[in-house]
């Protein structure tokens, strides 16, 4: 009950009028309807066995899904500094219903922003071929990487000193990392050092199971990551590792919550 009520009290901060709802879906509407098009039209005929507009529909996700947690991760910071989040520190519930319930909040908003994305990209042209396992794996992809940028956002928002700080490092944690996640070309074609270090960050690989899910075949990301003969038993080492990456910064973010109870 306390976690649910924590819940309530972030989706609210953070939707608690059609304005705040409304806005951030016309992002992804944007990104399907102007933006991927016009991308399939600039680079789509250096491969026309490629559905272009498809490939970088899903490519939006691994975008979307970083901004909108690092924004969320804004309205932690304000109530930290305004709100009443020095009351929740003083609490008695458990230290890690604070950040789990924002975690689960912007999981909330950005599962509305990511639907609209879809339905607004096949609405466009796009082609999706998902079965019921690869709607699974997409939505499990969609989930952990949301979980992932949420709890940093946390982290920041606990351990930054001020909002400039916080919005300073945004682009370089939410924007930087799409370009090197295959999101636009596949990793095979990055110089080899920078080859391996996208194989490293979580939204390569939660990428990859996006595609994998939704789309499949030769453009799915997998092979680039794990090599010629990728298949189920890479897909789901792709998962765990997407997986630790979640669990370690959601650990994370309970810990920052801790810290700053006593500092």
Do not use: C
Not at 65 to 86: I, K, Q, T, W
Not at 118 to 142: K, P
Not at 165 to 186: D, H, K, Q, R, T
């Amino acid at each position: 009950m306390q976690l649910l009520t924590l819940y309530r009290r972030r989706l609210r901060l953070l939707a608690g009028n059609p304005r705040e709802l409304i806005v951030p879906l016309a992002t992804p509407v944007l990104f399907a309807i102007v933006i991927g098009p016009a991308l399939k039209k600039a680079l789509g005929s250096f491969n026309p066995h490629v559905d272009y507009l498809t490939f970088v529909s899903i490519a939006t996700v691994v975008l979307l899904v970083p901004l909108n947690a690092m924004f969320s991760g804004l309205s932690v910071f304000a109530d930290r500094e305004h709100g009443a989040l020095r009351e929740l520190l003083a609490a008695p519930l458990p230290r890690w219903f604070p950040p789990l319930a924002n975690v689960m909040a912007t999981l909330t908003i950005t599962t509305l922003q990511v639907t609209v994305l879809i339905v607004a990209a096949v609405a466009r042209g796009a082609t999706y071929h998902a079965t019921a396992s690869g709607v699974l794996w997409f939505v499990g992809a969609v989930a952990l990487l949301t979980m992932i940028y949420a709890s940093l956002a946390e982290v920041m928002a606990y351990r930054l000193t001020s909002e400039q700080e916080y919005i300073g490092n945004v682009p370089a944690i939410a924007i930087v990392p799409w370009f090197f996640a295959g999101s636009l070309f596949p990793i095979s074609v990055l110089p080899k050092g920078l080859a391996i270090f996208s194989k490293i960050l979580p939204g390569t690989h939660a990428l990859a199971l996006m595609r994998h899910g939704l789309t499949g075949g030769s453009t799915d990301g997998l092979k680039a990551i794990w090599g010629a003969h990728a298949g189920a038993a890479d897909a789901a080492a792709s998962f765990g590792i997407v997986a630790v990456f979640t669990v370690g910064l959601l650990l994370m973010s309970a810990r920052a919550f801790r810290r700053s109870a006593v500092a």
